[in-house]
């Protein structure tokens, strides 16, 4: 039986700068090949440190203090440097969070798009252009001769998006972490960058982990759903089951807090502070039992 | 350079057009101006109608075209030694031009590397060079200057030496602050997370991006190193005394003000001039490079 493509187990990690404040408790989730899986909660959640361990880019004041991060069952966390350098950008990479800043301004947009692909697959001259230009055409972006030789500057949001995407599955990757992909952009053009990830995803059979704050696009885009608070693991699940049937009171609590476009004019409900109250007092006892054993 | 089949070269990309610094009216002027000073200072033994150093007491403190006594052939007069001020001014500008461009140079040269090192690497690198900066600026420039050139003595590459030795650290203060900026954008994380090491992505990547800060800054020191030479040719301790500096002109002609004006005034108005000329430019190329990097 082959190992599941990322497999995190009892990942625990802690913040050096906020005096050892834990930022993991006890992790674990599965994720299989060409799945989507969300990692949802809110700031401060861990969900973004999760995505930075896969890639391998934890800030220097974050330490893991236990557990595993295995990728086709190699653990992540005790690769050798060599071997997890040819990982990363190649089978692991990444969709930046902001647009914006993602594109370097100095330099052109083939240059950029076409890091990896020379990188990683040593691809050179004109067989690297053509693939550029098919990548951008994959991803729906008209004129693409013209965005090739363009600066970041010079494109809007939705585009530089769009070239990120097509960045991040230039390589052929078997996972690719998107970073809350879509809070930078206006609604209209986060619903068509949502598809684009979906049809790319689909059609590469790609595992994709979706970081992001909001429900309402976990549902549209993935599988399965991995919601977190301060760390740690409140409830797994299915999609469908996560949405329709929520186990945790928090859960509940959020898909209610969510809009609801069927009931227009009752506002929004916030999470009540007893459901709070309760993740502190759940956070806790764990932590005294790990301590205790 | 493995990336030759790439038609867009990438650093000289954001120079490809020159529109957005012609577009700046402050460039365009300062920038003419001090091409053609520089052409004046490369020239000058052809366009220089006297020698600067010859006297000839017989001319003495003639004064400029256009008042009584003027005496053809020397346009804006002579000095007390009977030396001519136009080409004593033109010779200056080599030395003045000399100064600012190799010490602007050093200085931005070990103060940019400084600060990129220190703002990319942070940790340890961070500390020592940032403690030195801050020892550096406790002490009074100007003291520092006299002090440094007392101890190397006289003469143009001590001048020089001085300059660079005291103004790094404006480059390596705005250099290391503008880097940690960039270090921190999302497309530095990218360049990580493809798996570019950290000095490819210093160079590659960062570098274009905090060079046009760099590029301002060195035109503005330009214009303070052609002050702090002034100072230092002022107190008498730049290069030999009768050498045409401007500083040393202007030193000159404070003693014989009353008698002769012109032997004060003009050395000050190029010096006004020249300085005007390169904050001009550098603040103009900051905002003319800056749209383009950073939208």
């Not at chain 1, 408790?25 to 899986?37: C, M, Q, T």
């Not at chain 1, 959020?254 to 459901?275: C, H, M």
């Not at chain 2, 003595?153 to 602050?177: H, K, N, P």
Request: contains cysteine; neutral net charge.
């Amino acid at each position: 039986m082959t190992p599941p493509l990322v497999a995190i187990e009892a990942l625990s990690a802690s913040s050096v700068r906020d005096g050892n404040q834990p930022v993991l408790r006890d992790v674990s989730l599965k994720l299989e090949r060409g799945e989507v899986h969300g990692l949802v909660g809110e700031s401060g959640a861990g969900k973004s440190t999760i995505a930075k361990a896969l890639l391998g880019i934890l800030p220097a004041t974050i330490h893991v203090t236990g557990g595993w991060l295995r990728f086709e069952g190699r653990d992540l966390l005790t690769l050798p440097h060599g071997e997890l350098r040819a990982l990363r950008g190649r089978d692991i990479t990444l969709i930046p969070q902001d647009p914006q800043t993602a594109l370097n301004p100095a330099r052109t947009i083939e240059a950029q798009l076409t890091d990896g692909l020379r990188m990683k697959l040593g691809l050179r001259g004109a067989a690297l252009r053509d693939r550029a230009l098919d990548l951008l055409e994959e991803v729906q972006i008209r004129d693409p001769a013209r965005v090739l030789g363009s600066y970041p500057h010079q494109l809007s949001g939705g585009m530089r998006q769009r070239v990120l995407i097509a960045a991040a599955f230039a390589p052929g990757p078997k996972l690719v972490v998107a970073d809350e992909p879509t809070t930078a952009l206006d609604v209209t053009v986060q619903k068509e960058i949502l598809r684009l990830i979906r049809r790319m995803q689909e059609r590469h059979s790609t595992a994709v982990i979706f970081v992001t704050h909001d429900l309402g696009v976990v549902a549209k885009i993935c599988d399965n759903v991995t919601l977190l608070y301060a760390g740690k693991v409140i409830e797994a699940g299915t999609t469908a089951d996560l949405i329709e049937r929520p186990q945790h009171p928090y859960t509940k609590a959020l898909i209610a807090a969510g809009p609801r476009y069927d009931r227009p004019g009752q506002g929004l409900e916030p999470v009540p502070d007893s459901i709070f109250q309760l993740l502190r007092a759940q956070i806790a006892g764990s932590a005294e039992r790990t301590t205790a054993s | 350079m493995a990336d030759v089949a790439i038609p867009a070269p990438r650093s000289a990309g954001h120079f490809r057009s020159l529109k957005p610094l012609l577009d700046e009216s402050r460039v365009v002027l300062a920038g003419g101006f001090l091409i053609i000073l520089a052409l004046i200072a490369i020239f000058a033994p052809w366009i220089a109608p006297k020698s600067p150093l010859e006297q000839d007491l017989m001319m003495a403190s003639l004064p400029p075209i256009g008042f009584e006594g003027y005496e053809p052939g020397y346009y804006l007069g002579t000095d007390d030694l009977g030396r001519d001020v136009l080409s004593r001014l033109i010779f200056g500008a080599r030395i003045a031009l000399t100064v600012a461009l190799v010490a602007a140079t050093l200085a931005g040269l070990v103060g940019s590397l400084l600060g990129l090192a220190s703002g990319w690497y942070r940790g340890w690198t961070d500390r020592i060079v940032s403690r030195l900066v801050d020892i550096w600026m406790s002490f009074p420039p100007v003291l520092l200057s006299v002090l440094l050139v007392a101890v190397l003595g006289s003469g143009l590459s001590s001048v020089i030496i001085a300059i660079a030795i005291i103004d790094w650290t404006r480059f390596s203060r705005v250099v290391r602050a503008e880097t940690l900026a960039q270090g921190g954008l999302d497309y530095v994380t990218a360049a990580e997370s493809i798996g570019f090491s950290r000095r490819h992505i210093l160079w590659r990547e960062i570098l274009p991006n905090v060079a046009p800060v760099i590029i301002a800054l060195l035109s503005l020191e330009m214009g303070i190193a052609v002050i702090v030479e002034a100072i230092l040719s002022f107190v008498g301790l730049s290069i030999s005394s009768d050498a045409p500096t401007w500083g040393g002109m202007v030193a000159q002609g404070r003693q014989v003000l009353h008698e002769s004006w012109w032997v004060l005034v003009f050395p000050l108005c190029s010096l006004f001039a020249t300085v005007l000329a390169f904050n001009l430019l550098g603040n103009g190329l900051r905002k003319a490079l800056d749209p383009v990097m950073r939208r």
